[in-house]
Structure formats: C-alpha cells, structure tokens
C-alpha cells in the first residue's frame, strides 16, 4: 500500500545560512532549516486535495522548521503558512533541491 512505503531518500546538507537538500527525496527526510520544491504528490482521493489545498503544489518552496520532540509531527513554512504533518502524510509528497 502506498501510504506504508517509505518514499525517503537520503539528503545531504550543508552548513551555512539555510540549509538545502541535495537530492531528490519527500518532505518527511527534510531535515530543520532545510528548504525543497515540491515535485509532486503522490497521494489520492482525500488526502492528496488536502495537501494541494494546504500549498503543497508543484514548484512550491517548503522549508522545514521544527520537529517536534518525539519527531512527530514536523512544523513547514510554505507560501507564508506553517503547517504540521504527520510523517505518513509528508512522505507522500515528493522533493527536489531548490535551484
């Protein structure tokens, strides 16, 4: 089933001022401070109109804030909003490193 697999790969950073993500991965491997674009969603049904209406749409910056101390779930700022996912649902959406 789509929403048990693991969609994370790894990502590397670098120091200094935001942090990026490197390569491709979702938005639960995203570290704090790090920042990605949206590639896609890779939900259905509810859950995927929920993410699209809450911004995370194609080409959108998303930056990772603060993880909670449990590690879920995680704080986004994206198009001006803060946001809290669980990691089930930001696995489903899908990252680049921003240009």
Known sequence: MLGEES???PIQLYSGGI???????CLSGLEPDCEGVVTGILASGDM???LLNLGFTEGARVTCLQKSP??????YGI???VIALRAKDA???SLKAPE
Request: hydrophobic fraction near 35%; avoid cysteine; charge should be positive.
């Open 48 to 50: 995927r109109a929920r």
């Open 70 to 75: 449990l590690g879920d779930p995680t704080a």
């Open 7 to 9: 969609h994370a790969l």
């Open 79 to 81: 198009r001006g909003a």
């Open 91 to 93: 696995s489903l959406v």
């Open 19 to 25: 942090t990026r993500m490197r390569e491709t991965g």
